[in-house]
């Protein structure tokens, strides 16, 4: 059997190369407040090094350099070229308060040594991996924090059993089941995942964007 992953993968790669320019404009707006809970999550101290999988168009390598300082780092892996240049401007702009190394990688295979960060960040990004593909970006992650590190996760949540469902989220499930390359993301048990993985859950946050659940998780190796 062929494996659909790298189809999966380059289709999102293609996917974010063409919307990189209007992302913020598309969904900062929607986004930003769970991100930047994700983001107060994750506690970091001045001096840590941190890794974002999935920075998009810069925003919270911005905010998380400003947390470690300038004795802390920044790092960053995303699929899309054009997210990569998105950012680059941004913080041509907005320089960081630390040194900060952004690369075009792929989350499931980290170009980084074992035990090399304090702590890591993701945010709306989990979810667009196929269900088979989560347990390996997790696994990366552990495999690049060290002792004690922290892994914060952003995403879209599923509705616990019993619980009501809005419309807006039955649209959108439908949506992604039946027209996945308009969208991409869909609900994950992010908790449940993220204990799978070896991690131990320290905080967990249930928040909405437009009546969705949003998870914000925080998990220590």
């Not at 709306?124 to 997790?138: G, N």
Request: aromatic share 6%; with cysteine; hydrophobic share 45%.
């Amino acid at each position: 059997m062929t494996d659909p992953t790298p189809t999966v993968h380059e289709s999102n790669r293609k996917f974010y190369d063409r919307i990189a320019d209007a992302y913020d404009l598309i969904a900062d707006s929607n986004e930003k407040a769970a991100r930047r809970a994700g983001v107060k999550a994750l506690a970091l101290k001045p001096g840590e090094a941190v890794v974002e999988l999935g920075f998009g168009t810069g925003n919270e390598v911005l905010d998380l350099a400003g947390l470690v300082g300038p004795t802390g780092t920044v790092s960053g892996v995303d699929i899309s070229p054009g997210m990569l240049a998105v950012a680059r401007r941004k913080l041509a702009t907005t320089p960081p308060a630390c040194p900060v190394n952004l690369l075009v990688g792929d989350a499931r295979s980290l170009p980084f040594a074992d035990a090399s960060f304090d702590a890591a960040y993701t945010s709306f990004t989990l979810e667009l991996f196929p269900a088979e593909d989560i347990p390996a970006v997790l696994s990366e992650a552990k495999r690049v924090l060290k002792p004690g590190g922290r892994l914060a996760v952003v995403s879209m949540s599923v509705v616990p059993a019993g619980q009501h469902t809005s419309a807006l989220e039955r649209t959108y499930v439908w949506m992604h089941r039946h027209f996945p390359h308009l969208v991409d993301c869909r609900p994950i048990d992010a908790p449940a995942l993220v204990t799978a993985a070896g991690f131990r859950v320290t905080t967990r946050q249930e928040l909405t964007i437009w009546t969705m659940p949003v998870a914000v998780v925080v998990g220590e190796k």
